[in-house]
């Protein structure tokens, strides 16, 4: 027996509302967006020039607040404390002199604590060197960032790396802290902390 027509409308209506004949989520969100356009066209064109001349100027004002918005954010992001540097913040009240921290480091290295030696060689060498800048001391700065900062000699990079292998490196010995203490001595008897090609 012949199908009736009636039968195959329903059939092929069926087929169509079958999950393989839908739109995915991607094209139903763009059929969505382009009807969105649409209609924001059609209620432009609904207003008149004197309104989307308006709406225009709005629109500009509201672009240029968010640039500047996004510039002021990556300023700040790039160098916040460096900028600090330079309008001359008082140096940390609570930071003890390098001698200080020459002696400490010893003390600690006399106790095993090896890691934490090398860390306070390390300071007392950066503090030094930003005395003798004449630049103000801030402990949230990393060592690396006293080092770009400072633009030291090739001996005191060189010096940092042997006490940040002593810090974080896998077996810190007596002998690594006795030479990174003979050659911080070395370093600040001799005050070679600032390179001629200082900027």
Request: charged share 25%; net charge positive; with cysteine.
């Amino acid at each position: 027996m012949a199908p009736t027509d009636a039968g195959i409308a329903a059939r092929l209506r069926a087929i169509l509302s079958s999950d393989e004949f839908q739109p995915r989520a991607s094209e139903r969100l763009l059929l969505w967006f382009e009807d969105l356009v649409r209609s924001l066209l059609r209620w432009l064109d609904a207003l008149s020039p004197a309104r989307r001349v308006n709406i225009s100027i709005v629109c500009v004002v509201v672009l240029v607040a968010v640039a500047v918005q996004v510039f002021r954010s990556y300023r700040d992001a790039a160098a916040p404390r460096r900028s600090s540097l330079g309008k001359g913040v008082a140096a940390d009240q609570t930071v003890p002199s390098p001698e200080k921290l020459l002696s400490r480091a010893r003390s600690l290295a006399d106790e095993g604590l090896l890691r934490d030696a090398a860390r306070a060689l390390q300071e007392a060498m950066l503090l030094q060197t930003s005395r003798d800048l004449s630049l103000p001391w801030r402990s949230s700065l990393s060592d690396w960032e006293w080092i770009e900062l400072l633009h030291p000699s090739e001996s005191i990079v060189d010096f940092t790396r042997a006490t940040q292998r002593l810090a974080f490196g896998p077996r810190p010995s007596r002998a690594e802290f006795d030479a990174c203490a003979h050659r911080v001595h070395s370093l600040i008897q001799g005050r070679d902390v600032a390179s001629s090609g200082k900027t």
